[in-house]
């Protein structure tokens, strides 16, 4: 897992949304304590941030150089579909 979470110099933040206690935040909920520990290790200076919010579907953002920002919906997504989305979104550069 540790290669998965070294992001591209072009990500500047990642802010995940999701409700605290819904089911359909579940998922994106058990991934960020799997996760979160070593995508900040390999990542000190990159801010990822967890937005919690009663009702919120789970989502996730991706903010790029120059303002650009890409967002994924994680409703409905295991934890392993949640990782290969997040994947994702860290090595693109925009």
Known sequence: MSGKYVFTQGLK????????TSEASAATRSFLNRAY???KKHNPNTPIMMREA???QPRVFARY???KEKQEAL??????QIE????QLVKQSS
């Open 75 to 80: 409703s409905g997504l295991t934890d392993a």
């Open 37 to 39: 520990p070593t995508m």
């Open 54 to 56: 009663a009702g919120t």
């Open 84 to 87: 290969d989305r997040i994947t």
């Open 13 to 20: 933040e990642l802010r995940f949304l999701f409700c605290q």
């Open 65 to 67: 150089a120059l303002g």
